[in-house]
């Protein structure tokens, strides 16, 4: 006699499927009937706004078309990869040696680091600039010599730094101070065990860094520095102001000449995204060729 058994079913209760009656259940697959709504709404958006973009005069393509690739553009969008290359090459490199002395075991080097970081972010990218640009004013000359003792010699700073320089100058103060948080986050997602395993077999600590640290701290940092860079590139059109011509400056000067507002600014528009899809692309490789031996 069984111990156990099954509770009555209802009269009401569906019949049991057997295992050998599944192949005749009737599939009928997950209908989604606001996605398709929502499908239907954005593709008569992006029509409406395809088709404004072909009819409406006031974009004035021809003209887009004439100064697209004018010589004054292709010399401003140089002048403008120029900045952004100075600007991330010497801002990266400071912003390495600021986050390595945050995360110094010297008190000194921490608060310096701490105190740098704090002062160029909190100071507005313009006003840094034209305090570089303006460095004449606040000091005329500036001495080379012995500590709070005679100077060996000097050199006015009139011409020592101009627009370009006090652009990539402030552009690159501006930046290390991001890089430095960036490199110093990346720095820490590393496991410490490897430093005390390469420790402990006498790897010296420079080639710890170099071997160890970084080629691993570099999959957290280059998404964060490959948008900073892009934030860069876009941001050198602040530079306007101290009349160099970059992209939007050279803009700003034809559609103040000509009247053509909207295709000049259309003009810089369509350079900025195709450089920004360019270092996007690169931003890809360069992550996938550190991301070896990983799995996603």
Not at 134 to 156: C, H, M, R, T, V
Not at 214 to 230: C, D, G, T
Not at 255 to 271: D, E, F, H, I
């Amino acid at each position: 006699m069984s111990l156990t058994s099954d509770p009555p079913r209802s009269p009401l209760a569906a019949p049991a499927v057997e295992p050998e009656d599944l192949g005749a259940l009737k599939v009928v697959p997950v209908r989604h009937p606001w996605r398709w709504a929502a499908v239907v709404v954005t593709a008569v958006l992006l029509a409406q706004f395809a088709h404004g973009l072909a009819t409406n005069s006031g974009w004035e393509w021809e003209v887009f078309a004439e100064f697209f690739t004018a010589d004054v553009i292709l010399k401003a969008v140089w002048v403008t990869l120029q900045l952004t290359f100075y600007g991330t090459a010497l801002g990266f490199a400071l912003g390495i040696v600021l986050a390595f002395m945050r995360l110094s075991a010297s008190p000194l080097l921490k608060a310096v680091a701490f105190a740098y970081i704090w002062a160029f972010r909190s100071i507005p990218l313009i006003v840094q600039l034209l305090f570089w640009f303006n460095l004449a004013y606040l000091y005329k000359e500036l001495q080379f010599g012995i500590p709070f003792g005679p100077g060996f010699f000097s050199f006015d700073t009139m011409g020592l730094v101009g627009a370009m320089s006090a652009a990539v100058l402030g552009l690159a103060l501006h930046q290390a101070a991001y890089a430095a948080e960036i490199v110093r986050g990346g720095v820490l997602a590393v496991d410490g065990g490897q430093l005390e395993a390469a420790a402990a077999l006498g790897i010296p600590k420079i080639r710890q860094i170099r071997r160890i640290v970084l080629p691993q701290a570099m999959r957290s940092i280059l998404p964060n520095a490959a948008n900073e860079v892009i934030s860069l590139f876009k941001g050198t059109s602040i530079v306007s102001v101290m009349a160099i011509g970059e992209l939007f400056y050279q803009v700003q000067v034809i559609y103040g000449r000509n009247g053509r507002v909207v295709p000049l600014l259309m003009v810089a528009t369509a350079w900025y995204i195709l450089l920004t899809t360019a270092l996007s692309v690169l931003q890809h490789y360069v992550e996938r060729h550190f991301a070896k031996g990983t799995a996603r």
